[in-house]
C-alpha cells in the first residue's frame, strides 16, 4: 500500500523543474485510503483493484504552484490529473493553506480527490460542469456536513466552468443538488448523465442531456 503514496521532494531551475518522488508509509494514509476506495467503489459500483490511484504529498505551495503551472489560491489544496492526486502535505496544511486541520477534514479530503478519478471513468473524462463535478466528490465522500445546508439551491448552475467568482463559491450548494437528485431519482440515474457527457460539452447541450436523462428541465425550480 505505501507505494501509492508518494512524497514530492522540490528540486527545480529557473527555466524547468524536475520532481524527485519518494514513496512513504503512513499508517493514517493508508487507512483513509482504503476506506476511501472501500466506499467509493461501493458508492460507484466498481470493484477497483490494479493500478489505483497514486496520491503525491506536495509539501509547500511554491512546488504546488510549480506543478500546477500558475499562481494557485490558498483554498485550493488537492486536485487530480489523469490517475494521480495531489494533495497539499497534511503537516504543513494549515500553514501553506486557509483550512484548519483534522484527520477527520483530510481523510475527507483524500476521499474527495479519489471521487474525482472515479468520476472521470464515468464522464469520459470531462470535468464540466464544475457543479456535477465537484457535487458528486462532495456527495460520495460525505462532506455535505462542511456546508451550511441552503433554505433554497439558487446559485449552483452558475458554476459550470468555475469554482468561485463575486457570485460565491460552486462548494455551497453543489453537493446538494446532487444529494437531491440522488434521493428522488437514484443513482442509476446520476449515472446514466454522467456516461452521457461528451468533452467541452456546452451548457446548451448538457441542459438537453439533463433533460432527456431526468425528464425534467434544468432549472432551479426543478431542484426546489
Request: hydrophobic fraction near 35%.
Amino acid at each position: 500500500m505505501s507505494k501509492r503514496i508518494l512524497e514530492v521532494l522540490k528540486c527545480y531551475t529557473p527555466n524547468n523543474m524536475i520532481i524527485r518522488l519518494k514513496p512513504i508509509s503512513n499508517k493514517f494514509f493508508e487507512k483513509a485510503y482504503e476506506a476511501a476506495m472501500l466506499d467509493l467503489n461501493k458508492f460507484f459500483g466498481q470493484n477497483w483493484i490494479y493500478s489505483r490511484p497514486n496520491i503525491y504529498l506536495i509539501n509547500d505551495r511554491k512546488t504546488y504552484d510549480l506543478i500546477q503551472g500558475k499562481k494557485t489560491e490558498s483554498w485550493m489544496v488537492g486536485y487530480t490529473s489523469g490517475n494521480n492526486v495531489y494533495l497539499m502535505d497534511y503537516r504543513n496544511f494549515e500553514k501553506e493553506s486557509c483550512h484548519k486541520y483534522s484527520k477527520e477534514y483530510y481523510s475527507a479530503l483524500i476521499k474527495h480527490e479519489l471521487a474525482h478519478i472515479f468520476t472521470l471513468y464515468k464522464c469520459s473524462n470531462s470535468y464540466y460542469p464544475t457543479w456535477l463535478w465537484e457535487g458528486v466528490a462532495i456527495f460520495a465522500s460525505d462532506q455535505l456536513n462542511q456546508y451550511k445546508r441552503p433554505d433554497k439551491l439558487k446559485n449552483f448552475l452558475h458554476f459550470y466552468k468555475i469554482h468561485k467568482d463575486e457570485v460565491g463559491s460552486v462548494y455551497n450548494e453543489a453537493g446538494y443538488a446532487v444529494e437531491f437528485l440522488v434521493k428522488k431519482y437514484g443513482k442509476v440515474k446520476l449515472f446514466d448523465l454522467l456516461e452521457g457527457i461528451e468533452k467541452d460539452m456546452s451548457e446548451a447541450n448538457f441542459a438537453k442531456l439533463f433533460k432527456k436523462t431526468y425528464s425534467i428541465p434544468l432549472e432551479y425550480k426543478s431542484f426546489n
